[in-house]
C-alpha cells in the first residue's frame, strides 16, 4: 500500500487544516488507517484511527485531540482525511499517515509498530 499525505501548513492557534492520505495498492476490504504526529524531540504519538471490520467501520482518537479532529474516508478517492479545529501550537508536529491492510482491534490501533505501509508526512505549524 502506498500513502501520499498533504494538506500541512503553518495557521494561527484556533485554525483548521485538513490533511489528506491519499492510498494506492490497496488489495483488502478491511484496513485499518491512522495518523500520527511526531513533534522535535517527542515521541510518536497516535492522533486517530479509522478501520474497517465485516462492512461496519470505526473510528478511534487520541485524547488530546478528542472533540478537535474528526478522521474520514472518501471510498471512491481512497483517501483518508484529518479534519483539524481548534489547533493548538501543542498540535505542532510532522504528521503521518500510516494503513495495514487488516482491521486493528482493543487498542492495538495506537501502536505504530502494527502498521506496515507509511507516508512520508507532512508538516503542520501552529503559531500562537
Known amino acids: 500500500v502506498h500513502l501520499v499525505e498533504s494538506g500541512g501548513g503553518l495557521v494561527q492557534a484556533g485554525g483548521s487544516l485538513r490533511l489528506s492520505c491519499a492510498t494506492s495498492?490497496?488489495?483488502?476490504?478491511?484496513?485499518?488507517q491512522a495518523w500520527f504526529r511526531q513533534a522535535p524531540g517527542k515521541e510518536r504519538e497516535f492522533v486517530a484511527a479509522?478501520?474497517?471490520?465485516?462492512?461496519?467501520?470505526?473510528?478511534y482518537y487520541g485524547g488530546s485531540v478528542k472533540g478537535r479532529f474528526t478522521i474520514s474516508r472518501d471510498n471512491a478517492k481512497d483517501t483518508v482525511y484529518l479534519q483539524m479545529n481548534s489547533l493548538k501550537p501543542e498540535d505542532t508536529a510532522i504528521y503521518y499517515c500510516?494503513?495495514?491492510?487488516?482491521?486493528?482491534?482493543?487498542?492495538?490501533?495506537?501502536?505504530?509498530?502494527?502498521?506496515?505501509?507509511w507516508g512520508q508526512g507532512t508538516q503542520v505549524t501552529v503559531s500562537s
Open positions: 495498492g490497496r488489495t483488502s476490504s478491511s484496513y485499518t
Open positions: 479509522l478501520g474497517r471490520s465485516g462492512g461496519v467501520v470505526y473510528s
Open positions: 500510516a494503513a495495514v491492510e487488516y482491521y486493528i482491534s482493543d487498542y492495538h490501533y495506537t501502536n505504530g509498530k502494527n502498521y506496515d505501509s
